[in-house]
């Protein structure tokens, strides 16, 4: 809803109305309207006007429109504010379609302001500013030109003030005065008229008796007949077509035929004409054409058969020139060759019925086109030129008032996918969510691109959907949102681009977390929370980042680091007389040296305590495994032997199996570590406890004999 105009209250030293900048007598050229919620946004902005405007705050589309539509003196300017509205577009549509008066202006912060930018794209924005802050020198400087324009709007939209007619009437085309003379209300009687009539017959034909004695060199003594004015048709009154409500929506201009004159003999003239049809240069190149050169040589001698003649023939051809760029849809051109028929014979009794059709062609197309504004500038041209008749406007108008309807239907609708979708009801409820409205949307104009842009955002909606429900692991939600993202028409390229780009999101989130986990283990080595608490120590953390992301660059420096300094506090806590197998038993899992695992063991040992080597010999051996022969080495008559070590640990139990050396090299390797891993040896104990002993030993593989 609209509220009063910003007066920014948040201090007393922010008091002071947006205007007081301005002096006490200098009165708002302009109302401007603001979609925001923001006081600071609206405290930068009236700092920026320094009064040359009143700012109108309000919360939504429909109020904005609601205030812009208000009875006001004074031009109307639509702010978006950027950061209040989710869709921009069809925020700008929906009032360049209800207000086409007002000028519109979006404010976007820096980040935003290329996406704004794109969004409005094809619109009629004025421009996109950045806000966040706002820039005062170049929002003061575009908003002067934006004042300006919102005025000049407000003039051309106001119904025209009749002045009365000058006391001496003046030289013009009969067409204009007749134009005016109607829009005087002189058209009251019959009898006028055809005095009027018949007084711009002589006017025209003394203007263009002077004008072709004046550019063909002709003599006083033969002035040229005066041409025969085609009655005009009957014209609708000039009150039924409304004016269109901006000047810059006039139709373009109409284009001219090359009206030039060549000065020669007519008898030069001539000979350049016939050469000209000859080579079919009918109308082109400019100045060197047929039609210039007819039209110069009756310059030259009014009586001359063959110039009058010729611009027949010129007039037929052009004539069958329009039909085909009609029936083509050229209607540009269709314009240039009605023109050239102009140029050619005035008078040419076909020109009323192919204005009228051009004039059909062109309203149509623009009203197909989406462009009410314009049709109605070209039904106005229409009528004051009488080109169409009042029966035919009247048709117009019925079918421009239909459209306009059914435009304003589907940008409601548009409006509302809009709205639905910010607010992330895509598919619930039923009878009102984006699916509903888009479906409506493709019944009633398939074809719009107010459809197209509906059906392509709700399909990204999907999207975005399945995107975050994959993110989440959740494969049963993203397996539906992409079938609804199928169903309304996403393609299989974006669908794929999506799924690349989760498939890079997924990559950077395992990243991501890896870095985290490895930070956190990190700290906690800093903190000496090597193992506790049990939930937020390194130990922990380094478990977590070998699961999430066993690749992790910092995975095996971190577990190095942490076994290290759990090796230096079990060797600390054996020397202390406390027991260290926890300690060592996690050293050991990850990755510790089983050299440096028994040297900090042996501490515990008493003194005396038998060496490694002692300790291995009295390693009993409880279960042997032979290794399997190797079918490749057999079937080639290959021998060979491995030098292995490894640990037999407290439960006589063999680990840390690794290979020194072997003969040849590779060939038996697999089966040799495989068999000792099998291997059971009796725990060896000093003093009563059991302790590891590293072992060596050297495994053969030698041929059977034959």
Do not use: C
Not at 51 to 75: N, Q
Not at 225 to 235: D, E
Not at 241 to 256: D, F, K, M, S, T
């Amino acid at each position: 809803m609209a509220s009063a105009e910003f007066r920014p209250s948040r201090s007393p030293a922010a008091a002071t109305p947006v205007s007081a900048a301005a002096p006490a007598a200098a009165k708002p050229s302009a109302d401007v309207t603001a979609i925001t919620t923001r006081d600071e946004f609206l405290l930068e902005l009236g700092q920026a006007l320094a009064g040359e405007a009143s700012i109108r705050p309000v919360d939504s589309v429909e109020a904005a429109i609601d205030a812009l539509t208000a009875h006001s003196r004074r031009g109307q300017v639509l702010v978006i504010d950027a950061l209040q509205l989710s869709e921009v577009r069809p925020a700008v549509d929906a009032a360049q379609t209800r207000a086409p008066h007002a000028v519109v202006l979006v404010f976007a912060p820096a980040v935003l302001e290329r996406q704004a930018a794109a969004a409005v794209k094809g619109s009629k924005v004025f421009a996109v500013l950045p806000s966040s802050p706002i820039d005062p020198r170049k929002t003061h400087a575009i908003f002067t030109a934006v004042i300006d324009e919102a005025a000049a709007r407000k003039k051309a939209a106001a119904p025209p003030v009749l002045t009365p007619a000058p006391a001496e009437p003046e030289l013009e085309p009969f067409e204009t005065a007749a134009a005016t003379l109607e829009v005087l209300g002189l058209r009251s009687t019959p009898s006028r008229t055809l005095q009027i009539a018949g007084g711009g017959v002589a006017l025209l034909a003394l203007i263009l008796g002077a004008w072709l004695l004046f550019r063909g060199g002709g003599s006083p003594s033969a002035p040229p007949p005066a041409p025969t004015i085609a009655p005009q048709p009957q014209r609708a009154p000039a009150t039924e077509v409304p004016a269109a409500p901006e000047a810059a929506l006039a139709p373009a201009p109409q284009p001219r035929a090359d009206l030039s004159i060549v000065h020669g003999t007519v008898d030069e003239l001539l000979e350049k004409a016939r050469a000209a049809m000859r080579e079919r240069h009918y109308t082109e190149p400019s100045g060197e054409n047929a039609l210039v050169y007819y039209r110069s040589a009756v310059a030259a001698d009014p009586t001359s058969g063959e110039a009058r003649d010729g611009l027949g023939r010129v007039a037929t051809v052009i004539a069958g020139r329009f039909s085909e760029s009609l029936s083509a849809g050229h209607l540009e051109e269709a314009a240039q060759d009605l023109a050239n028929l102009r140029g050619a014979l005035p008078e040419d009794s076909r020109i009323p019925e192919l204005a009228a059709l051009l004039a059909n062609a062109q309203i149509a197309r623009t009203i197909a086109e989406g462009s009410p504004e314009r049709a109605a500038a070209l039904l106005r041209q229409a009528q004051q030129s009488g080109t169409l008749t009042a029966e035919q406007l009247a048709k117009w108008r019925g079918d421009l008032a239909r459209r306009q309807q059914e435009d304003s239907r589907i940008q409601r609708l548009a409006g509302l996918v809009g709205d639905r979708i910010r607010d992330g009801k895509l598919l619930d409820p039923a009878d009102d969510s984006a699916r509903y409205y888009v479906r409506q949307l493709v019944t009633a104009a398939p074809s719009s691109q107010s459809t197209q842009r509906a059906q392509h955002d709700l399909g990204a909606a999907y999207l975005r959907k399945a995107h975050e429900a994959a993110l989440a692991r959740n494969g049963a939600e993203s397996d539906r949102w992409l079938n609804e993202a199928r169903a309304a028409g996403v393609s299989a390229a974006d669908i794929s681009a999506m799924q690349h780009d989760l498939a890079g999101a997924r990559v950077k989130a395992v990243q991501a977390e890896g870095d985290r986990l490895a930070q956190l283990v990190r700290d906690r080595l800093r903190d000496g929370h090597l193992t506790d608490p049990a939930q937020d120590s390194a130990a922990y953390y380094l478990t977590q980042l070998q699961s999430a992301d066993a690749e992790n660059s910092a995975v095996v420096p971190l577990s190095r680091d942490l076994a290290a300094r759990l090796l230096d506090r079990a060797r600390a806590a054996v020397k202390a007389g406390r027991s260290a197998d926890q300690d060592l038993g996690t050293a050991r899992r990850l990755g510790a040296d089983p050299k440096d695992v028994l040297a900090v063991q042996q501490l515990a040992a008493p003194k005396g305590a038998a060496d490694t080597a002692a300790l291995a010999a009295n390693l009993k051996l409880l279960k042997s495994v032979p290794p399997d022969y190797p079918k490749s080495a057999l079937e080639n008559s290959v021998a060979g032997s491995v030098l292995l070590s490894f640990t037999v640990d407290t439960r006589g139990e063999t680990r840390d199996v690794q290979v020194l050396q072997s003969t040849p090299t590779g060939v038996f390797d697999r089966a040799a570590v495989s068999a000792v891993k099998r291997w059971k040896y009796a725990p060896v104990r000093v003093n009563g406890a059991p302790v590891e002993v590293p072992v060596r030993t050297l495994v053969r593989f030698e041929l059977p004999k034959q």
